[in-house]
């Protein structure tokens, strides 16, 4: 049952973001801005908060532990999302996503050393397949009018290390608090960097504020947050090793499989490669566990 419940949330968390990914651009091209776009998702956050913690009574854990890993885990994860927009302004997006896209390679070290997480051989083959796919399936085509300086490296690499070690800890916290209070932190710090989306947007070009904008973007971020809360469960009931890897190559998938059929573009024989890769990652992760536990 429990190697049930982890994949069952880590594949939540994979489809409900493969799903926002293909649709996340569509109000940002119809002049919503991506700052606002936080800010609405963030707002999106209250609504499974709400449910979770009614759930359990409201019940929140307060001791110094949990607030330091609840509030850790949600600053590395708001805080990354407001870097990546700077990142993406200073940088060009086809080297700056297949970089941050790496983050689950440091989840997995940090797992293996420190908590000693370990995985069969069929569940390592897994992994590096999901690692060497995850970068391929964030290929995007050069442009190479555009000349780029070096400062967006700095900020990538920000991104990358701050959900690296927000996965890592988020495992960590699972371990010892409840879930439901790991995600009421996460929906307290987003709100917290609300202000910070606001003044990160240019209010100089005209906004988007009809049925189209916020309200099209808000449907559209509650499938972000909700599965962000299926993400924090994954957690608790699965290894680091793999529900990183798994979640971050499997979503980006169901991106591709339903922006093919939206928009009829043939992906790049890079981001059909990383599909195959990651479909393949998957399978034999989710096999590999299934086994771990069949044994134990």
Known sequence: MKSKLWLFYALTTTLFWGIWGALIEVPEKLGFPATLG???????MIIPAIVV???VKWKL???KKAVFHGMIIGLLGAGGQLVLFHALVTGPA????????????????LSTLILKERANLKGWIGIIMAIIAIPMLSYQTPDNSAQFGFYWIFL???????????AFFMKIANNHMKAE?????MTVTGLIFIPVAIYMTDFSVEINWGMSGPYFTGIIQ??????ALMLVYAFRYGKAIIVSPLTNAGAPVITIIISLSIYAVIP???IMTGMVLAIAAVLLMAQAEAKEEIIK
Not at 156 to 166: C, D, E, R, S
């Open 181 to 185: 209070s790991i995600f009421f932190y």
């Open 53 to 55: 913690m009614r759930m």
């Open 268 to 270: 790049h024989y890079i």
């Open 61 to 63: 854990e307060t001791n």
């Open 156 to 166: 990538a690499l920000f991104v990358l290390f701050a959900w690296g070690i927000q």
């Open 222 to 227: 509650i499938l972000n947050a909700v599965g």
């Open 38 to 44: 936080y800010s609405v998702w963030a707002l999106t």
């Open 94 to 109: 086809y080297l700056v996503f297949p970089f941050i896209s790496l983050s689950p390679l440091l989840t997995i070290i």
